[in-house]
């Protein structure tokens, strides 16, 4: 993949997403090539191993494409996946050129030093704009055969809960997105820490050179408040639908009532990039190593070209076994012919998710890929937790979105109900009991390798 990777790269169109009511469709200080969305101006250089062991080699670099250096991304995780295989540099430069980006690509290639340079590609959510949604008939994405005949195409998550399996807080998911309300009504009693951090003490207590991120870190905001207010609503949503909490009372129930969340937040209000993505990636395989039971990330999200620093960073998290959770996207298309990333890269800990509608169907706006997507889950019209604006405060509410974004939660869901089951359970273990449970579906025969939707009442 390595060798054809800037041809992939330029091939490649951003696959553009919809969201009826919070997305930005032309971002600020973004830049197209033909649909791909980039920073403009800024390029990631990877050297080859042993080709970063004096900065000349890097001047030279940077004087072809008169650039200078923003940011030397070397993650924890990237150091210990380079100490394993006894590489010598691993770091990913974050550069500004004078040049375009592009151009200053055509001259990096050139040199033999120069493992990839690519775009900082742009990316976006995948959405569309006795619990009392769930009692009310509203919460289709969580009923079954047995629990509502009406509404069998959900993903029959009260059927598990009905014979006792509702998860257990011993797991944790990263939720790589916006930030996420941990306050929120329905949600604080799932809301993770990172048990190294000592809260608010001004110290990075467990040396991951992140100061006091306890609930997670901003990576976009580069500090430690991952909710930053009624923006969040997006990331907001998805966590209700991995984790509301059930049994309340109120609101929603997610797939699985006990877990534990934990935000990396990349999505911006402008989207989020590649170099911020690769570090929330790598946050949480870092975390994995520190001994926190991260089993997988839910990524509701996508956009730009083929990133090989990207795929890297995912294949480190498979090493450590977390699972990657991944929206198909919502542009209609053939992910198999017009590849959406990182729904489309091919690691193996990847699930790829489409989106189907309380009556089977396969949601209007979402991608299919007999080969490259998984499988199907409710992705349109689903209820979950946001939070709202009343009398000048930002307080816990509810709301309806449309997407493979929130298709994608769900299985996200599914795949810590199952391991609250089976604990130590191998990424391809969980991956294969999703694929292998999943209902066989019209709308989605030869339109996702199972040829199902989401079925979770034998976890």
Not at 69 to 83: G, K, L
Not at 363 to 382: E, L
Request: hydrophobic share 35%; aromatic share 8%.
């Amino acid at each position: 993949m390595k060798s054809n990777y800037l041809l992939i790269l330029l091939a490649v169109l951003l696959i553009t997403v919809s969201c009826e009511n919070d997305i930005n469709d032309t971002p600020v200080s973004v830049q197209n090539i033909e649909q791909g969305k980039f920073v403009p101006n800024q390029v990631l250089i990877k050297f080859k191993d042993g080709d970063k062991s004096t900065g000349r080699t890097v001047e030279n670099a940077l004087s072809l494409i008169g650039g200078n250096v923003i940011e030397s991304i070397n993650t924890s995780a990237m150091r210990t996946a380079n100490a394993r295989k006894g590489s010598k540099s691993g770091e990913l430069l974050l550069v500004s050129s004078k040049l375009g980006t592009m151009e200053a690509i055509e001259l990096l290639k050139n040199l033999s030093e120069i493992e990839y340079a690519e775009p900082n590609w742009i990316y976006q959510h995948f959405a569309t704009s006795d619990d009392t949604y769930y009692t009310n008939g509203s919460l289709w994405g969580m009923y079954g055969d047995a629990s509502s005949p009406s509404n069998q195409f959900g993903s029959q998550a009260a059927e598990a809960w009905a014979n006792g399996k509702t998860g257990s807080n011993t797991v944790y998911i990263g939720i790589i997105d916006e930030g996420y309300m941990h306050t929120h009504e329905d949600l604080a009693s799932n809301a993770g820490t990172n048990t190294g951090e000592v809260p608010n003490n001004g110290l990075d207590d467990d040396g991951n050179g992140l100061i006091d991120d306890v609930y997670g870190w901003d990576f976009d905001g580069n500090n430690n408040t991952v909710f930053d207010g009624v923006d969040d609503d997006h990331g907001t949503h998805v966590a209700g639908t991995i984790g509301g909490v059930g049994g309340n009372g109120k609101g929603v129930a997610g797939v699985v009532w006990n877990v534990k969340l934990l935000s990396a937040k990349f999505l911006g209000i402008n989207g989020g990039t590649t170099a911020n993505a690769i570090k929330a990636v790598d946050y949480f395989t870092d975390l994995k190593q520190r001994g926190i039971n991260i089993v997988a990330t839910n990524n509701s999200w996508g956009g730009g070209g083929f990133s090989q620093g990207l795929y890297d960073a995912i294949e480190r998290a498979n090493l450590q076994g977390i699972l990657f959770v991944a929206a198909a996207g919502n542009a209609t298309n053939n992910n198999d012919a017009t590849p959406s990333y990182p729904a489309s890269y091919l690691n193996e800990n990847i699930i790829a998710v489409a989106s189907i509608t309380n009556t089977g169907a396969i949601s209007s706006f979402s991608n299919y890929g007999a080969t490259s997507v998984d499988i199907g889950a409710p992705g349109s019209g689903i209820y979950s937790t946001v939070p709202v604006r009343s009398r000048g405060k930002v307080v816990s509410g509810y709301a309806s979105y449309n997407g493979t974004s929130m298709a994608t939660p769900h299985v996200t869901g599914a795949v810590a109900l199952y391991v609250s089951s089976n604990p130590g359970a191998s990424v391809s273990t969980v991956k294969n009991a999703i694929l292998n449970s999943a209902v066989p579906t019209a709308s989605l025969s030869n339109k996702c390798v199972t040829g199902g939707r989401l079925d979770v009442s034998g976890f």
